[in-house]
C-alpha cells in the first residue's frame, strides 16, 4: 500500500464545505484499491508506509532546520483513546527531539485565563526550523467548553459572550490566527484522529483489563464519553468552519492503528515536501574558508 496523493486528498475537509463527519468511516481501510489487502496485509503494508513516512520526515526535519524559513506547527484533536500519544510517538519516532517540542493543552492556569483564548497557544508556536505539537491545542476552546459552556466563566469575558454569535466569533480569530501565523512562516497541519464510539469503548476496556495500562485511565474518560454526541456535534462545527485553504483539517480514520499512523506520517511528509525548500548556499567567501579549512586539516599528520 502507499499513501499517495490521491489517497491523502480525500482526508481534507474541502474549505466552505461541511465537514460531514457521518460520511467518513473512522474503519476505512484505505480506499478501493486496498481492499483485495488482509487484515494481516494491511497492517504489514501500513507499517511499511510509516517506515518510509518516518525516514521521510527526518529528512524533511534536517531540511527545515537547515533551511531556516519555516516552523511546523502539528494540530492534534480527537476524543479520548482515539491514539493521539501513540501518534506522536510513532510518528514522530526518527526525528532529532532537540528540534520538537510537544505541547499538552490542559485545563488552563490561572495566568493563561487572565489572557485571550489563543495566548497560551501563540506562546507556544515554533520557532523556524522547529516542529511543535500541539497534543490539543487551541480548538479545546470551541470544542470542549463548547459542550460544557459553564467552563467560559472561568474565562472573564464581558456579558453575553455565548450563543451561535460567540462560536462563530471564536472560529473568525481562529481563522486569523492561523493567517497570521502562515504568512509569518508557520505552516500549520491539523489532524483530526476520527475514532469510532465502539472502538474507543474497547480501547477504555482495554486499558482497565491490562495493568500495565490502566494508569491511562480516567474517571473523566467515562464521563466526557457521556457526551459523546455533543462532541461529535462540536467537531463539526469546528472543523467545517476552520478547516481554510492555509489550514485544512485533514480527517484521519483512527480506528485501524497502523494505518491512522501511517496516513498520518503521510500527510506530515506531504506538507513539508509541499514547501519547496532547499539547502542553503554557501558564499564564495565561505566557499574559500571552507577551502583553507580542509587544507588545514589535511596538512595535520595523524
Known amino acids: 500500500m502507499n499513501a499517495t496523493k ?9 474549505p466552505g464545505k461541511p465537514a460531514r463527519l457521518d460520511r467518513r468511516d473512522p474503519a476505512w481501510d484505505g480506499g478501493p484499491e486496498f481492499r483485495h489487502f488482509s487484515h494481516d496485509e494491511l497492517k504489514k503494508d501500513a507499517a511499511a508506509v510509516l517506515a518510509r513516512s518516518v525516514q521521510a520526515l527526518e529528512a524533511a526535519h534536517e531540511l527545515l532546520w537547515a533551511s531556516d524559513r519555516y516552523g511546523l506547527l502539528i494540530v492534534l484533536q480527537a476524543m479520548d483513546a482515539a491514539g493521539k500519544d501513540g501518534t506522536i510517538r510513532h510518528v ?4 532529532n527531539p532537540q528540534g520538537v517540542d510537544v505541547v499538552s493543552f490542559k485545563q488552563p492556569s490561572a495566568e493563561e485565563l487572565g489572557h485571550d483564548f489563543l495566548w497560551r497557544a501563540s506562546k507556544a508556536l515554533p520557532a523556524r526550523g522547529r516542529i511543535a505539537i500541539f497534543n490539543r491545542s487551541h480548538y479545546e476552546d470551541v470544542i470542549a467548553v ?3 459552556p459553564e467552563w467560559l466563566d472561568r474565562q472573564h469575558l464581558s456579558p453575553g459572550s455565548d450563543g451561535e454569535t460567540f462560536w462563530k466569533q471564536r472560529y473568525e480569530s481562529i481563522n486569523g490566527f492561523e493567517r497570521h501565523i502562515e504568512r509569518n512562516g508557520t505552516k500549520i497541519v491539523k489532524l483530526f484522529l476520527h475514532v469510532s464510539k465502539h472502538e474507543q469503548r474497547k480501547r477504555l476496556l482495554a486499558r482497565l483489563d491490562h495493568p500495565e ?3 491511562k485511565f ?13 462532541y461529535m456535534h462540536a467537531f463539526e462545527d469546528a472543523l467545517t468552519a476552520t478547516s481554510t485553504p492555509w489550514a485544512p483539517w485533514y480527517v484521519i480514520p483512527a480506528d485501524r492503528k497502523p494505518l491512522m499512523r501511517a496516513l498520518a506520517a503521510s500527510v506530515i511528509v506531504e506538507t513539508v515536501s509541499s514547501l519547496g525548500l532547499s539547502w542553503p548556499e554557501v558564499s564564495k567567501e565561505q566557499r574559500a574558508a571552507d577551502v583553507r579549512a580542509r587544507e588545514a586539516l589535511e596538512a595535520e599528520s595523524d
Open 6 to 14: 490521491q489517497t491523502i486528498e480525500q482526508l481534507i475537509v474541502e
Open 92 to 95: 514522530m519516532s526518527g526525528v
Open 146 to 148: 463548547r459542550v460544557h
Open 213 to 215: 495500562k490502566e494508569w
Open 218 to 230: 480516567s474517571a473523566t474518560d467515562l464521563a466526557e464519553r457521556a457526551h459523546w454526541e455533543e
